[in-house]
């Protein structure tokens, strides 16, 4: 991730947490985090957004990029037909 990405993403917790990160500790996030991706940190801070009621610290934006993106899914829940599950069942006796 670059550091115009970076700070675009990273304004977004700014704003929804009304604080501004002194331009010390935004030196040392993006030196902590630019190895990662675009689309992980953004996700990351997105959810910690949605989920947090105060402004993170690093070591917290750190817990979140750490988590699988699956674990925040939202997986409609669509059963087995009769004839998946006996499919299933012929496949494990094998």
Same mark, same amino acid.
């Given at each position: ?8 993403? *990273?304004?977004l ?8 990160l !002194?331009? #010390? &500790?935004?030196?040392?996030?993006y030196?902590?985090? =630019? ?9 990351? &801070?997105?959810?910690? @957004? #949605?989920?947090e *009621? ?5 070591? =917290? ?7 699988? !993106?699956? +674990?925040?899914? !939202? ?5 087995? *037909?009769?004839?998946? @599950?006996? #499919? +299933?069942?012929?496949?494990? #006796?094998?």
């Amino acid at each position: 991730m670059n550091k115009k990405e970076f700070m675009e993403i *990273t304004k977004l917790l700014e704003i929804n947490y009304s604080k501004q990160l !002194d331009v #010390k &500790i935004l030196e040392l996030w993006y030196e902590e985090l =630019k190895e990662y991706p675009k689309y992980r940190y953004e996700f990351s &801070i997105k959810e910690i @957004i #949605k989920n947090e *009621t105060f402004m993170p610290n690093l070591s =917290k934006v750190f817990e979140y990029l750490k988590k699988p !993106d699956w +674990l925040n899914m !939202d997986i409609p829940e669509n059963p087995a *037909t009769p004839e998946e @599950i006996e #499919k +299933l069942r012929q496949r494990m #006796k094998r």
